[in-house]
């Protein structure tokens, strides 16, 4: 059975400082892979997608990076934290054609 | 673009009543899926129900089904015998026709849903 994994659960770091979080599913080949922030009061808002290694597509203009290293890695990053990047991030996955996202648990990044 | 519009920020409802969820979307599209997922206190999304486009017949799952008016653009959620279990928010989510082989989901702002023992 595919299994999705997510980590770290809880993140709490500085302004200024480097992120990066990290989703690795098992169980499928070729996953399509996202990244979605949740924050307080809103919905879930889609940042990026990936349909194969190292095929990353951006949403919103925004400081954070993706990158998909290998088939079912997916990696958020960013050089420099802000307070506005506080949120609720999940990852998730679909098989290609698939109309079903199953997320992982998530990650709550606080900026401080 | 496409938008998922929930109107209702809060619901409350008695154990074992049933309660009825509301979401709108805005799109072009004559063929795309909508979703309802569910998010308890654990913040882990789980897919509640969906309903195809070109399907008339309304989606049922259990104690939960859907009013589908694709005319209207209205996809609202009817949860029956509500139970304890049941709180928590609920997002409306529509999917697009694909871009390759990717389908991209937009979420409504949610619903939180109280269930009162």
């Known amino acids: 059975s595919q299994t999705i994994h997510q980590w770290p659960a809880t993140l709490v770091q500085p302004v200024g400082s480097p992120l990066s979080l990290e989703c690795t599913v098992e169980g499928t080949s070729n996953p399509n892979l996202y990244w979605y922030r949740q924050a307080a009061g809103r919905g879930l808002q889609l940042l990026f997608y990936s349909v194969g290694i190292g095929q990353i597509s951006s949403e919103v203009p925004q400081n954070l990076s993706a990158s998909r290293p290998q088939d079912r890695q997916f990696i958020l990053s960013s050089k420099k934290l802000l307070l506005s990047d506080s949120g609720f991030y999940l990852c998730?996955?679909?098989?290609?054609?698939?109309?079903?996202?199953?997320f992982g648990s998530g990650t709550q990044l606080s900026v401080l | 673009a496409q938008t998922v519009t929930q109107s209702q920020p809060e619901m409350s409802v008695q154990e074992a009543e049933t309660v009825t969820l509301s979401c709108t979307y805005d799109?072009?599209?004559?063929?795309?899926?909508l979703f309802w997922y569910k998010q308890p206190p654990s913040r882990q999304m789980i897919l509640v129900i969906r309903q195809e486009a070109y399907k008339q017949q309304n989606a049922t799952e259990n104690r939960f089904s859907v009013n589908f008016q694709k005319a209207a653009k209205s996809f609202s959620l009817k949860i029956s015998d509500s139970q304890l279990g049941d709180a928590a928010m609920y997002f409306c989510a529509y999917r697009s026709p694909p871009v390759g082989s990717n389908y991209k989901l937009t979420f409504g702002k949610g619903t939180l849903l109280t269930v009162n023992p």
């Open positions: 998730a996955w679909s098989v290609p054609w698939g109309e079903k996202l199953f």
């Open positions: 799109t072009s599209e004559s063929d795309y899926y």
